[in-house]
């Protein structure tokens, strides 16, 4: 195994960046042009919702108070997703060779390459002019692409792109939420000292979704990705409680309890009803992923004053 003296000691390592050089062996004259590709996405999402929220007062006695809210929510979500994905591989003989052959020909700044080459290198679509060294010369970026080499490259390339199905098919979706709720909040006053509020949430979520499975270890360059459509369609919902309470002791200072049941919907890109098998690797989601629930409970205690301003104490539980 080769070694670097340069890394004999660790702490020359953690405060010596000339290290990095041993190991970014940067060689454009070994550089060539792998794939030149293009790609052309669509989404649509379009949202419908309504809503109603009320509040009824109501004084039930001599010093008790309550303030009734209630309402729901109504949200329907449409998703469209769908992306076009072309490429050229260069640096491979058939298509590749022959766009090269006609970069060759047509590209002046390529003119010193042979008439039967195979690849690109890519120092001849490099500038001449050199970045501004730093860290007092140390380190220096290595020269960018002339703009007018790579405009004129990638209009010629527009004749010679071929479709990917793989790329272009695998990540389309097309999905459908509707979100429905209900809720009601009475919040009682005794006096100016306690408050109480009571509550109770409903929410149902229906999902869905249509994803591609497929293997593209099956490709067929003629019939394209090897996959089928599948829809899954998701409905869950939830009662969730809650209970809040405050007591002011005095002026200037007051107690907080809540009791909570919170959900976590899991994002709408997990539950695509998807998958793809590859050679060395398969992704895969799970179209059956639940919301997950939790149960809080939380206390504060707060002073406010003139002299000291807002100082609060609390902690939670979460279960």
Known sequence: MLQNPMLSSKRHVANNPDTLLYYARNNLAKAVVQQVSKSLSYTKEQEISTFLNMTLPVTISKGINLKLKFGGKYKELTKDYNIDYNKIPVAQSGHGSTFVKKSVDELSFLGSLEADATTLPYELFVTDNRPERFSNGKFGLQRSPSNNNINAFWSLADNYYFYDYVPSTKDDYKGKEKY???????????????????????????????????????????????????????????ILPMLHLRYKMNSWSDVRLAYTHTLSRPDFSLIIPKWDIGLNSV?????????????????????YTNKIGLLTFGGFIKY
């Open 283 to 303: 992704s895969w989601n799970n179209p059956f992923l639940l919301p997950s629930l939790s149960k809080n409970i939380d206390s504060y205690f707060s002073i």
């Open 180 to 238: 429905t709720a209900f809720y009601i909040q009475p919040t009682f006053n005794f006096g100016e000292k306690l408050t109480i509020i009571p509550g109770l949430r409903y929410e149902q979520v229906e999902t869905f979704y249509l994803g591609n499975r497929g293997n593209n270890t099956l490709q067929n360059w003629d019939a394209g990705y090897i996959h089928r459509d599948t829809t899954v369609f998701n409905k869950n919902s939830f």
